[in-house]
């Protein structure tokens, strides 16, 4: 194959055959960054024509047809080239297939590994509020829903086993909370992305051309120019971070979705999920299937190994580009892509559950739920929390032996028998709402500590 069309070709005499050219391509992987390369390629032309390092009329004419190109693409007029190289040498040659010379002079001081530093860069400050908008949609999701279960008791669980009462508005909180950090986490990250524009960083040692870098950093949303060149064509921790993000987002939902599909079995039958949420069996007629949430539980596996594969591809890498770093999409895309499809149905799945408010208040008693409530009865009252730990455990035991469901059934003498400091007073705090009305500090489930805890959720993601 003669080498000729490719932003290279001069050294080279040949051109690789072609399923090696198509190995080494990446056009099917980078074409999601048409625009922001050709956002990136107008301000570098708009300088470079500023700087007088290409005559003023042409960076205009360059400046024009990149619009036209942007916009042809968006309209569906022009299709990216799927035999192109990258999205790079794709839009390049558009341009210069249509400005001849002047498309020739575009790349000026510039190379595609800070190109693509840049690329990668501006499509993350893109697409990244977009998917943080499907968080907080999410989030609503369920603080509305928290909302209307603010006194829907329900056993709160530790190793799985019944521990103390809570309500679904406070377990709902729980889930939004770890959602609002994912929120932020992203938040930082793109913070941390746009101190620095890697563009004027050429391959890696800069050009001797005279870029205005304030300028292009300035008109491309940047803080300020990147501080080294190779530093900004070699490293990718700021797609580190985002990839972790978006890791971390999908653990939180796999523990979400697996309390689903407890919720939903019909041993817990604490959850109705929707029947636009679930699915039947091809061979047992009365199923319904969570499958969604199992899907989403099981999602977190790839983003979980999509941070891995960048972690292990950037590893031991030489200082500065090297061609491995084209691998640094593919993973982080995918993730981006699986945490927004996921959020989206979980949002979607929260929306319109229903919730057995009745199973789960039933769940709540014949479990001794209200076992520490006794115990605290008696701190409130003097005894050393050690010694009145051991006399509710003995009244547990008590009811146990004696077939009694709940500490309420047990009556005064036999309590007191336990401890002396029992009154009648406490059989008002044992139901599952009096212990959930009793927990109001900070962070407690109590309706009006919940309440708040909604109200500071909500707080948070308008200020996001
Ligand atoms: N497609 C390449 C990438 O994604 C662009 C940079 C190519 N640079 C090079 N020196 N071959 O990394």
Known sequence: ??????????????????????????????????????????????????????PAEIAAALDNELGRIAEELKAGKIFIDDNAEDIHSFIEGVLTERLGDAGRMVHAGRSRNDQVALDLRLYLKRVVPELQGEIAAAISALLDKAEKHIDSVMPGYTHLQRAQPVTLAHHLCAWAAGLQRDHRRFTDALARLSEECPLGSGALAGTGLPLDREETARALGF???????????ADRDFALEISSACAITQTHLSRFCEDMVIWASEEFKFIDLAESYSTGSSIMPQKKNPDFAELIRGKAGRTTGNLVTLLTLLKGLPYAYDKDLQEDKESLFDSLDTVRASMRIFGGMIGSAVFNTERMEAACIGGFLEATDAAEYLVRRGLPFRKAHEAAALIVRDCINAGQKTIAERPLPELKKRSELFENDLYEMLSPAACVKARNLPGGPAPEEVRRQIKVLREKIAGN
């Open 1 to 54: 194959m003669k080498n000729s069309g490719v932003l290279w070709a001069g050294r080279l005499e040949e051109k690789p055959e072609a399923e090696a050219f198509a190995f080494q391509a990446s056009i099917n992987v980078d074409r999601r960054m048409a625009e922001d390369d050709i956002r990136g390629s107008r301000a570098h032309a708009a300088m470079l024509g500023k700087q007088g390092i290409i």
């Open 223 to 233: 803080a300020k120019p990147s501080l080294n060149s190779m530093d900004s064509v």
